[in-house]
């Protein structure tokens, strides 16, 4: 969910003549389209590069840090059904930015140049 939309992506694989996996995204929901494998890819990098400036290890009510309503949620599927689902979301109050991941109770506070940008990216794609 970016930007009020929610939208779904599939990442595909395959071998080149040297046998080296080359991946493929496209974009399955709202519409289909061949998506730019180095946006999305650029775009997933751009997630390790958020900087924590906080962390509200005892938080207060998900409203308290825009996480009632996010500006983003990322949820990541994997084919192994053993392996759960991953997801964190982004959320904005009073022009700062909070995340919090799957599995946390934290709250992290986010540089918010960096959350801002991401979410424009996730956003375009």
């Known amino acids: 969910l ?32 061949d998506v730019d494998t180095n946006q999305v890819q650029d775009t997933l990098f751009a997630v390790g590069g958020l900087e924590a400036q906080e962390f509200v290890d005892a938080p207060g009510p998900a409203a308290a840090y825009g996480l009632d ?18 997801w964190f979301e982004l959320g904005q ?15 992290l506070k986010l540089d918010a140049t960096k959350a801002a940008e991401l979410v424009k990216s996730f956003t375009e794609l």
């Open 69 to 86: 309503s996010p500006g983003l949620r990322v949820s990541l599927k994997y084919d192994d059904p053993q392996k759960p689902a991953a």
């Open 2 to 33: 970016a930007g009020g939309v929610k939208r779904t992506y599939l990442r595909s694989s395959q071998k080149d003549k040297e046998g080296i996996d080359v991946y493929k995204w496209k974009r399955t929901a709202p519409d289909t389209a």
């Open 93 to 107: 109050k009073d022009g700062a930015w909070y995340a919090k991941r799957a599995d946390d109770a934290a709250v």
